[in-house]
Structure formats: structure tokens, C-alpha cells
């Protein structure tokens, strides 16, 4: 069994529209709401812990109260920054594994969450990525090409160990380390080699009005 922070306490801020995006709509869901569901449905997941910011708490609140699922939801408001908010999340897992999911992603498929659990179980950490389909190059001072097999773009879920994630926060707030995301603080300071999961579809991450209207095409949400 595992537990998931669903992350939904962003900031909006590269959104450009009047309501917070966690409450814009996918074929009528908000999408906050969208990733609730899908962990609800997976026989695994034993706790979703929702990180929300104050500013979306009495709508939170209100939706999933009137669809009477308030009482399966934990709820918890965010930190100053991505990595404050995970771990603050964090703080309320009672699993000895917990995924962390971005709400932003709201095509990610069931089958994709349920493969990286089984990984984490089979090498202590695992994340769902998709590879590069263009030459990378890296640029600083001079032009770098980096192999195409070997770079992978960090998508969610992510997950791991609790003991490990508790080790490796407590070490990056002693370090004034801010990470981008949750395996890299596994890397970094527990040395530990977490293992990609490729996914399935198109698991975008929605942070501009573009990437919404994308996602509205992806499913067909006219």
C-alpha cells in the first residue's frame, strides 16, 4: 500500500486568467479533482493527501464536500515553494511508501501510477519520465551535444521510501537547498539512483493557458 501528495498549491502565476488553475475545468472536473479520482480508483492508494494553497481552501473544501468525499481527502495547505509544500505533505503520510503527483497532470494514466509503485518497491525510488525526441545541446561558454538516449524529462508521480524522503528534507533545510523536484533530493543526498518509468501517453503538465487548451484537445473537451 502506498499513500499520494497530490501537489495543488502553485501559484498560478504563468497561468495569465483570472481563476487559480487548479479550478479550471476538464470536461467539468477541476482539475485538482481530476488526479483525487484517479487515486481513488487505484486499490493501492490508502491516503491522498491534498497540498493546497490558501486561496482555493473554502472551493476545495465546498466540491468535495458536496460530492462526499471530504472525509477521504486530507487536506493541507502549501509552503513558499514547490519543495515546502511537498514536504509539508509529508508530514502527513501514515504509508512506509508515498507517491508525489503533480495536480497539473491531469492525463496521467492509472496503469503509469500503478508501474511506478511496483518500482519504487523493486529499487527504492522510481519516477515516470519520457525520453527526448530531439538532439539536446548544452550551452554554456561552448556547445555541448548530449546523447539523446540518455536524457529523460522528469514528469509525476514520483515516489520512494518515507524514511528516505524524511532523511533527505531534513538535510536540504539544513543545507538551504531548494530542489525542482522530489528525486532529486534522493540523489542528492542520499546517493540513491531512483529508476525511470517511461510513460504511456502524453502527460503533459498544464502551466500556461496554451498547455490547457492542449489538454482540452487531448481529450476532446470542446
Do not use: W
Amino acid at each position: 500500500m502506498f499513500d499520494v501528495v497530490i501537489l495543488a498549491s502553485g501559484g498560478s502565476t504563468r497561468f495569465s486568467a483570472k481563476v487559480n488553475k487548479m479550478l479550471v475545468t476538464l470536461k467539468t472536473r477541476p482539475l485538482f479533482l481530476i488526479s483525487i479520482d484517479k487515486f481513488l480508483k487505484i486499490k493501492d492508494c490508502e491516503n491522498i493527501i491534498l497540498v493546497i494553497s490558501k486561496e482555493i481552501e473554502e472551493n476545495v473544501i465546498s466540491i468535495l464536500t458536496n460530492l462526499e468525499i471530504i472525509d477521504k481527502v486530507k487536506l493541507v495547505i502549501g509552503g513558499e515553494n514547490r519543495q515546502d509544500s511537498a514536504f509539508n505533505g509529508l508530514k502527513e503520510v501514515s504509508n512506509e511508501i508515498v507517491l508525489f503527483h503533480d495536480a497539473a497532470r491531469p492525463l496521467t494514466l492509472s496503469s503509469d501510477i500503478n508501474r511506478v509503485y511496483e518500482e519504487v518497491k523493486k529499487h527504492r525510488a522510481a519516477f515516470l519520465a519520457s525520453k527526448s525526441t530531439s538532439t539536446v545541446k548544452m550551452v554554456d561558454g561552448k556547445v555541448v551535444t548530449i546523447d539523446r538516449e540518455h536524457i529523460f524529462f522528469s514528469e509525476t508521480p514520483q515516489g520512494g521510501y518515507v524514511k528516505d524522503f524524511r532523511k533527505a528534507y531534513e538535510k536540504a533545510i539544513k543545507k538551504q537547498f531548494n530542489g525542482t523536484d522530489d528525486m532529486i533530493l534522493l540523489e542528492k543526498f542520499l546517493k540513491i539512483n531512483p529508476s525511470p518509468v517511461l510513460s504511456r501517453n502524453k502527460n503533459i503538465k498544464i502551466t500556461t493557458i496554451e498547455d490547457y487548451q492542449y489538454a482540452r484537445y487531448l481529450i476532446g473537451d470542446k
